[in-house]
């Protein structure tokens, strides 16, 4: 049994991480905060991390395909309307950028249409 330094409770030491002082409920708190308040270091942080350890994950998702899907499903189906929003976005602007070279390719394929019938 331990203490929790932050909640003061008296909590199993399944309910602690290795050599915490904090309970894991506290420890996660504690830690959405922390990374809240501070998103330039812990986006410096992820990075370091992610350049020290390439590849991490990898492994696994290979090995899961079915929980990678179950995943990403779950993902979609609780942000369908952000990601439809995005994908409107996305391509209007897309649309908007590419529109002389879309136009330049429907003139080419008119022209090329047309000769082929003249040519038959």
């Not at 050599?19 to 942080?45: I, S």
């Not at 779950?74 to 590419?98: G, M, S, V």
Request: charged fraction near 40%; glycine fraction near 2%.
């Amino acid at each position: 049994m331990q203490i929790c330094s932050r909640c003061q409770e008296t909590k199993q030491s399944k309910d602690f991480y290795n050599k915490d002082v904090y309970c894991k409920e506290c420890r996660l708190e504690y830690t959405m905060r922390w990374r809240a308040n501070n998103p330039g270091r812990q986006k410096e942080y992820n990075r370091k991390w992610k350049a020290a350890n390439p590849g991490h994950g990898d492994k696994w998702r290979r090995e899961n395909p079915e929980k990678v899907r179950a995943s990403l499903n779950k993902y979609k189906a609780a942000h369908l309307a952000e990601i439809q929003a995005w994908q409107r976005d996305y391509q209007k602007k897309y649309r908007e950028e590419h529109l002389d070279e879309y136009r330049k390719y429907q003139r080419e394929h008119r022209r090329k249409k047309q000769e082929r019938l003249e040519n038959e």
